[in-house]
């Protein structure tokens, strides 16, 4: 059973930064696509970043310019660093992966952010 353990969450300030990890624990190198979801209070969840398999990366427009998604193949860990946060960002943020010839839609546990104004 494949894990996806997020963790960096927080409270800050806005303006602030966090960077979120989501440790994988299967080969990274071999997904289709991963990236971050969040879901705030009485919100859908959505995606905030994503990068596939042919290298390209999508982005919220609510975050473009202030977030980077970004991988460590060598340690099957995927980031996501979070620059001038404002209290719209609060939200529990998620992990999401898909792997190559497995029809299985993994999520981890999420991880609390919290953006104080």
């Known amino acids: 059973q494949v894990q996806l353990v997020e963790s960096g969450g927080g409270l800050v300030q806005a303006g602030g930064s966090l960077r979120l990890s989501c440790a994988a624990s299967?080969?990274?190198?071999?997904?289709?696509?991963m990236g971050w979801y969040r879901q705030g209070p009485g919100n859908q969840r959505e995606l905030v970043a994503q990068?596939?398999?042919?290298?390209?990366?999508n982005y919220a427009d609510s975050v473009k310019g202030r977030f980077t998604i970004s991988t460590d193949t060598a340690k099957n860990t995927v980031y996501l660093q979070m620059n001038s946060l404002k209290p719209d960002d609060t939200a529990v943020y998620y992990c999401?992966?898909?792997?190559?010839?497995?029809?299985?839609?993994?999520w981890g546990q999420g991880t609390q952010v919290t953006v104080s104004s």
């Open positions: 990068f596939t398999r042919g290298g390209s990366t």
């Open positions: 299967r080969r990274i190198a071999s997904i289709n696509d």
């Open positions: 999401n992966a898909h792997w190559r010839f497995d029809p299985s839609d993994y």
